[in-house]
């Protein structure tokens, strides 16, 4: 089974699985955990152009999951995050990565935010070495194994 293939296939499957869960992931800490891992995905290789930022808000706003909260305030902590990895990417990642830590005290809350990490990842078809090392990075600052997510 070619690459892409099975990316999309884990992705769908993710998706259920979170589907499964949405009445569960409904708290605070799983809001802020998500957005900043989406950040942190779309600014994986340092910069996140207009274009990317435009697609990444655009599937936060559609992905059932996170309709649990309003669009417009998933828009505003996601773009809040991506200025902070922009302005400072180091700097930054820490600040966003303590977000994402946020979500380390509910184990289903953390392994969907590192789910919606892989599936923001791969949405574009392309889910490149720099977006699977820094959901790696979130896998153990959430104290998950990565490789439960072929990461």
Same mark, same amino acid.
């Given at each position: 089974?070619?690459?892409? @293939?099975? +990316?999309?296939?884990?992705?769908?499957?993710?998706?259920? #699985? &979170?589907? =499964?869960?949405?009445?569960?992931? /409904?708290?605070?800490?799983?809001?802020?955990?998500?957005?900043?891992?989406?950040?942190?995905?779309?600014?994986?290789?340092?910069?996140?152009?207009?274009?990317?930022?435009?697609?990444?808000?655009?599937?936060?706003?559609?992905?059932?999951?996170?309709?649990?909260?309003?669009? @417009?305030? +998933?828009?505003?902590?996601?773009?809040?995050?991506?200025? #902070? &990895?922009? =302005?400072?990417?180091?700097?930054? /990642?820490?600040?966003?990565?303590?977000e994402v830590?946020?979500?380390?005290?509910k184990p289903?809350?953390?392994?969907?935010?590192?789910?919606?990490?892989?599936?923001?990842?791969?949405?574009?078809?392309?889910?490149?070495?720099?977006?699977?090392?820094?959901?790696?990075?979130?896998?153990?600052?959430?104290?998950?194994?990565?490789?439960?997510?072929?990461?």
């Amino acid at each position: 089974m070619a690459l892409w @293939d099975r +990316l999309k296939e884990s992705a769908s499957t993710m998706q259920t #699985q &979170l589907m =499964a869960k949405k009445n569960d992931l /409904k708290s605070g800490a799983f809001r802020d955990a998500s957005m900043a891992m989406c950040a942190l995905v779309a600014a994986a290789d340092g910069s996140v152009d207009p274009s990317e930022r435009r697609r990444v808000a655009q599937l936060i706003g559609t992905n059932e999951v996170l309709q649990n909260f309003p669009a @417009d305030d +998933l828009r505003r902590r996601f773009e809040g995050y991506v200025d #902070q &990895l922009t =302005a400072d990417f180091a700097f930054g /990642k820490v600040s966003v990565m303590q977000e994402v830590a946020k979500a380390k005290k509910k184990p289903a809350e953390a392994r969907a935010v590192v789910q919606i990490g892989i599936i923001i990842g791969g949405a574009d078809g392309d889910f490149d070495k720099d977006e699977q090392a820094v959901v790696r990075e979130a896998c153990f600052t959430l104290d998950l194994p990565p490789h439960e997510f072929d990461l």
